[in-house]
């Protein structure tokens, strides 16, 4: 039901919308360690969403196929207009407490794991899978990383660790 492309095109999109609300958060963050932290995070965002635009089909579809696609995508719309991979760009740019950004940041990464294991099952490519993996471990290093900052700073969370 869904085509490679339609879950790409998604993870594009989660990982660009990242990387705008990381960078905008990081240059107004009072404390320069999280402001460094989510300025490195957010270049971590862009270069996954130049992997998935690597894996980009071009395969072509039959009618069928294409009508399929087009159910796929409209639901996959309706799924990311309503979950909570998307950062709240304002909270994070406007929280008073350093803790919040770390919280949101946590439950950002959190998600996009969830949603890349999920897109494990539509990978056919060996090395799709190895790299998409990978990526999962990145991601994983993220929540270690704000982790780590979050403790080095004393920050209370009601973020339980993974």
């Given amino acids: 039901m869904f085509t490679l492309s339609d879950i790409c ?3 594009i999109q989660i990982e660009l919308n990242g990387a ?3 960078r905008n958060a990081g240059k107004t ?3 320069p360690e999280i402001a460094e932290t989510l300025t490195w995070m957010a270049q971590e965002e862009e270069n996954h969403a ?3 635009r690597s894996i980009q089909s071009n395969q072509v579809l039959s009618s069928e196929e ?3 696609e087009a159910i796929g995508r409209s639901l996959l719309q309706d799924i990311m207009k309503n979950n909570s991979f998307s950062l709240n ?3 994070l740019t406007d929280a008073d407490e350093h803790g919040e950004i770390i919280t949101q940041s946590i439950e950002f990464e959190r998600d996009t794991i969830l949603f890349y294991e999920i897109l494990l099952d539509f990978l056919d490519n060996e090395e799709s899978v190895k790299q998409l993996k990978n990526i999962i471990k990145e991601e994983d290093n993220h929540i270690k990383k704000l982790g780590s900052l ?3 700073n004393g920050f ?3 973020v339980s660790p993974s």
């Fill in 66 to 68: 294409q009508e399929m």
């Fill in 156 to 158: 209370i969370s009601c």
């Fill in 150 to 152: 979050r403790e080095r």
């Fill in 29 to 31: 963050a009072k404390d």
């Fill in 9 to 11: 095109n998604i993870a």
């Fill in 50 to 52: 130049e992997w998935f």
């Fill in 89 to 91: 760009s304002k909270l």
């Fill in 20 to 22: 705008e609300i990381y």
